[in-house]
């Protein structure tokens, strides 16, 4: 019953050019979005967020997307660079607080 | 401000054994959450307090698992008796509001081995 689904567990690519990560989640109340970032040893650090109101919030090189009706979200990086290798975990709003994903391991090789 | 502080950073104990894990938010948060990662359900939310008052307890795994908060700077989850499945790192994240554009901040973890 997981109510937020990053269905890649992992995605590889070359620096310099784009990553793309994604999230289905299930309850169409939820009505704001996170992106966290996790490296090894640390804990996951905010990224970015959007609310349910907008489709798209841009923060220098890294995007989201909502598709509401589809219940999808993505985080787009342009252009990757080595340092964005981690885990990204999604997040969705419940009340008053979160529900995460399972996590997408991110690798950017030169 | 030092952000959220945890302890232990690593514990392994042995099965049956009591494990206590302890949590200091930063000051002036108001919420405080205990969250366990794990490879098949990532981040999971055990339970959150407001106010030092527990708000809800529902990802609580079972009743081996307490979490208690005695004031607002300090706050316990406990696991008594531990069993090898808890092995798992162990999050604690605290928040000024519920407005999501402050997100959470966490602590570095507690990575838990029970053998």
């Known amino acids: 019953d997981q109510q937020v689904k990053q269905n890649s567990p992992s995605l590889s690519v070359q620096e310099g050019r784009i990553s793309i990560l994604n999230c289905d989640y299930t309850n169409s109340m939820f009505d704001y979005f996170l992106w966290y970032k996790k490296y090894p040893a640390e804990g996951p650090t905010f990224l970015i967020s959007i609310s349910s109101i907008k489709d798209k919030n841009e923060d220098g090189r890294f995007t989201v997307f909502l598709n509401k009706s589809a219940k999808h979200l993505s985080l787009h990086i342009v252009p990757s660079q080595p340092g964005d290798s981690a885990v990204y975990f999604c997040a969705a709003s419940d009340t008053d607080k979160l529900i995460f994903g399972t996590g997408t391991r991110l690798q950017v090789f030169p | 401000d030092a952000g959220v502080i945890q302890s232990p950073r690593h514990e392994v104990t042995e099965m049956g054994q009591e494990v206590t894990l302890r949590c200091k938010p930063i000051?002036?948060?108001?919420?405080l959450f205990w969250y366990r990662q794990t490879m098949m359900r990532g981040l999971e939310l055990l339970i959150y307090?407001?106010?030092?008052?527990?708000?809800?307890d529902s990802g609580m795994p079972e009743d081996r698992f307490s979490a208690k908060m005695p004031n607002a700077s300090f706050s316990t989850l406990k696991i008594q008796p531990s069993e090898p499945r808890d092995s798992a790192v162990y999050f604690c994240?605290?928040?000024?509001?519920?407005?999501?554009?402050?997100?959470?901040?966490f602590g570095s973890g507690t990575r838990l081995t029970v053998v």
């Open positions: 307090f407001n106010n030092n008052v527990p708000i809800d």
């Open positions: 000051s002036g948060h108001d919420y």
């Open positions: 994240a605290s928040s000024p509001g519920t407005a999501f554009n402050y997100g959470y901040t």
